[in-house]
């Protein structure tokens, strides 16, 4: 344990901050893939769930039929699984189909089948649409079906303010201290694929026409039998044109440039692919990423923007206010995707990560996290894997112990007044520290284990788990008037902006690519 970290838990004690929970926010995106008849539904997104482009709750991702569900910003981890819950239940009891509980996508035999998002006729809505036009061009459509969590965690001002050193500029701190929990997370995220990756096997339909690394399940599905998060291979949501990137996250300045940089380097293939066809936009432009959320990492430092406002501008102007994580599956034996012990796991790795040692990355530690990342990613419940920890080869197991023994300090440090959380979060850990010792507790042994001994396929163990998740909505009996109430008032808002006299769309996209400072 390093001094600085020491350092910090004492200084978190110190300052009446180790109880983080008083001084914490955390927001939930759940993507789920609406299913027709065993593949992807082709039918419009249900009216009764409200309007894409203006329902604060329910939206859609990349497809027309690929969910995402949206909580406020809350206080607590059982405040916003239970609003997650309230979203998940409306979802259920207003749309018929299946709601898919995994990441990997049920089977699509034909991709040009798989409808691109829709969002009306006004400018905003053609510019989501158009992104995603451009995702299908770059990449193909059946990439973008997957679905995951993407979990929100900030910390508010008070705790920021009660650290910094005297005469620095909050915000500043608040950069540097967002950006060394980044770093610090990138470096030990395999772990977090280990413990809860969710995806060892796909349809054969994912993969079709597509060099892969797979074996034979059956005679619909691949797998590898160690593999832990396929959704986060190569053959899942990845860039080959943002491979030589190496965004460090070393300070806001430089991270700001290299996006920048992504956003106005023409990338040769894309160039190939054009701008328009037949008189159509085809993608915002030829650059290796057309919009800031298009450039794929395990986790980014955000701001709220408002509307009309570039994400880029509003952080480099404003600073970073959360971080999201992006590399976490959906559970498929949890009906909400995550469970509170889950998230206290998360949320206690974040904090020891925000604890720990402020180090810069060099690109050969970057090429090095990339490496522990493919191999957990496709043989990580391999007991003989080896782990790379600054250049050096350290069995997986031993590696995961260190970094559960570096949470459990960063756990011992909370006040006892915080009894609950500590409690919370040392039950956490101890699950953990089961799935090490047995990987097959892990969600993706779990998931290959019952496939296997039911003589099962993707589908038919998908089919089952939504099932027994449309029975625990369906007892559910809490009050979802909020949300019938923003559906409808969706459905005005989205009426209201048809309706309104915009500049031709050229001109807006020439506008809006003009935005970038």
């Known amino acids: 344990m390093s001094e600085s970290f020491k350092e910090t ?10 109880d983080f929970s008083k001084f ?36 859609t991702d990349f497809s027309e039929a690929l969910l995402e569900l949206i909580t406020n910003k809350k206080n607590s981890i059982d405040e916003s699984l239970s609003e997650l819950e309230d979203v998940l239940n409306f979802v259920f009891k207003n749309c018929s189909e299946t709601i898919w509980p995994s990441s990997v996508p049920c089977t699509i035999e034909d991709e040009n089948k798989i409808r691109i998002a829709e969002y009306g006729s006004s400018n905003s809505g053609r510019l989501k649409n158009l992104y995603r036009k451009g995702l299908s061009e770059r990449y193909g459509s059946m990439m973008q079906c997957v679905s995951g969590i993407h979990y929100n965690f900030s910390l508010n001002d008070e705790f920021f303010l ?36 969710a995806s060892p096997i796909v349809p054969k339909s994912f993969i079709a026409g597509r060099q892969n690394f797979l074996q034979n399940l059956n005679d619909q599905d691949c797998y590898l039998e160690n593999a832990t998060c396929l959704r986060m291979s190569e053959l899942g949501y990845m860039s080959n044109a943002q491979d030589n990137l190496f965004i460090a996250y070393n300070n806001l300045d430089e991270y700001v440039e290299n996006l920048l940089y992504a956003l106005k380097e023409k990338f040769p293939r894309y160039e190939q692919i054009g701008i328009e066809k037949e008189g159509e936009f085809i993608q915002i432009n030829d650059s290796i990423i057309q919009i800031e959320n298009e450039y794929y990492s395990s986790i980014r430092p955000k701001r709220i923007v408002g509307s009309g406002e570039r994400p880029i501008n509003a952080l480099k102007e404003k600073g970073i206010e959360y971080v999201e994580v992006r590399c976490m599956d959906n559970n498929p034996f949890e009906p909400l995707g995550i469970s509170a012990e889950t998230s206290h796991f998360l949320e206690a790795y974040l904090m020891t990560c925000l604890a720990d040692e402020n180090k810069f990355a060099s690109k050969e530690e970057i090429v090095e996290i990339q490496t522990n990342w493919q191999n957990v990613v496709k043989d990580g419940r391999n007991p003989d894997l080896n782990i790379l920890v600054n250049g050096k080869e350290i069995n997986i197991r031993d590696a995961a112990n260190s970094i559960l023994e570096k949470i459990k ?15 919370n979060i040392t039950n956490s ?50 009050n979802l008037s909020y949300l019938e109430e923003e559906a409808k008032t969706s459905l005005v808002k989205f009426n209201e902006l048809e309706k309104e006299e915009e500049i031709p769309f050229a001109d807006f996209l020439k506008n809006y690519l003009n935005a970038l400072n």
């Open 162 to 197: 009660k650290l910094a050193p005297q005469n620095t500029s909050l915000q500043e701190f608040k950069n540097e201290s967002y950006l060394s929990l980044v770093r610090n997370f990138r470096r030990n995220a395999w772990l977090l694929l280990y413990l809860f990756g």
């Open 9 to 18: 838990l004492n200084l978190l004690k110190d300052s009446d901050l180790s």
């Open 429 to 478: 850990i101890a699950l953990q520290e089961k799935k090490i010792e047995n990987s097959d507790l892990t969600p993706s042994g779990k998931i290959l284990k019952i496939i296997k001994d039911n003589d099962m396929t993707w589908t038919d163990f998908n089919l089952e788990l939504y099932e027994e998740h449309k029975r625990y909505f369906s007892s559910l009996t809490k």
């Open 409 to 423: 300090i960063f756990n011992s440090s909370i006040t006892d007044k915080a009894d609950n959380l500590k409690t």
């Open 24 to 59: 914490s926010s955390r927001g939930i995106e759940k993507e789920s893939l609406r299913v027709f008849d065993k593949t992807i539904s082709l039918t419009d997104h249900p009216t009764s769930l409200g309007a894409t482009l203006t329902n604060q709750y329910i939206t």
